[in-house]
């Protein structure tokens, strides 16, 4: 699972559990488990987060956030079709609410390797199972936005492009050495308001050869800060 990333969780003797006290701010500490917040969940709070994954849907707004001894926040993964439109990558309700969309009014503080991380939550790649028929108008594109492409019409050998997002992607090539997966564009602002966060784009599949049937998806984009 994307979201399992290091031993910690598993090697503590004491079990998961959250604890509240205190008012105005209430004080919340989340130990050793994963855990879910939903939106408006624990608003106004300090939010300290020891040795856990803390997966965030929706919109919040903490007083403060400690994250100790190797702590995740993170969000979880868009899903084709139900968090987003394929053909015109518009999110869903459910998609909206997968990205990290937060404010702390006093301080963050990260300590002991934990980290916030949305890697490979963005967009799917291009997938690696459609036939071999389509090959010669789409090889397996990216979604999203920026979806890299792999539309060559040659037999063997194409790479898909990489997903593009603050920048464009890598161009894809064909074997014989030219370009067979085409970048998009790039999208999205450095300085975009919460709400205009984006997620990152896939890459294009892999394409060895269409009678053989051997491919391969292409990565997942990032996901939204």
């Given at each position: 699972s994307?979201?399992?990333?290091?031993?910690f969780?598993y090697?503590?003797?004491?079990?998961?559990?959250?604890?509240?006290v205190?008012?105005?701010?209430?004080t919340?500490?989340?130990?050793?488990g994963?855990?879910?917040?939903?939106?408006?969940?624990?608003?106004?709070?300090?939010?300290?987060?020891?040795?856990?994954?803390?997966?965030?849907s929706?919109?919040?707004?903490f007083?403060?956030?400690?994250m100790?001894?190797?702590s995740?926040?993170?969000h979880?993964?868009?899903s084709?079709?139900s968090?987003?439109?394929p053909?015109?990558?518009?999110?869903t309700?459910?998609?909206?609410?997968k990205k990290i969309h937060?404010?702390?009014?006093?301080n963050?503080?990260?300590?002991?390797?934990s980290r916030?991380?949305?890697?490979?939550?963005?967009?799917?790649?291009g997938?690696a199972s459609?036939?071999y028929?389509?090959?010669?108008?789409d090889?397996g594109s990216?979604?999203?936005?920026?979806?890299?492409?792999?539309n060559?019409s040659h037999?063997?050998?194409?790479?898909?492009a990489?997903?593009?997002?603050g920048?464009?992607?890598g161009?894809?090539?064909?074997?014989?050495?030219?370009?067979?997966?085409?970048a998009?564009?790039p999208?999205?602002?450095?300085?975009?308001n919460?709400?205009?966060?984006q997620h990152g784009?896939?890459?294009?599949?892999a394409?060895?050869?269409?009678?053989s049937?051997?491919?391969s998806?292409?990565g997942?984009?990032g996901?939204?800060?």
């Amino acid at each position: 699972s994307a979201l399992v990333y290091t031993s910690f969780l598993y090697s503590k003797k004491t079990k998961a559990a959250v604890s509240c006290v205190g008012a105005d701010p209430q004080t919340c500490t989340f130990s050793n488990g994963n855990f879910t917040i939903s939106e408006g969940q624990y608003d106004g709070a300090v939010i300290v987060v020891d040795a856990s994954v803390i997966t965030l849907s929706g919109q919040h707004k903490f007083k403060n956030l400690t994250m100790r001894n190797g702590s995740v926040l993170t969000h979880q993964v868009l899903s084709l079709n139900s968090d987003f439109n394929p053909a015109t990558s518009e999110l869903t309700a459910s998609g909206k609410q997968k990205k990290i969309h937060l404010i702390v009014d006093d301080n963050i503080s990260f300590e002991n390797n934990s980290r916030i991380t949305v890697d490979y939550l963005g967009y799917p790649g291009g997938e690696a199972s459609r036939p071999y028929a389509d090959c010669h108008t789409d090889c397996g594109s990216g979604y999203g936005p920026g979806g890299g492409g792999n539309n060559d019409s040659h037999d063997e050998w194409t790479r898909g492009a990489g997903g593009s997002y603050g920048g464009k992607g890598g161009e894809g090539t064909h074997y014989s050495g030219g370009y067979a997966g085409w970048a998009k564009p790039p999208y999205g602002k450095l300085l975009a308001n919460v709400d205009a966060a984006q997620h990152g784009s896939g890459g294009g599949s892999a394409f060895r050869h269409r009678h053989s049937e051997s491919r391969s998806p292409g990565g997942s984009g990032g996901g939204a800060i």
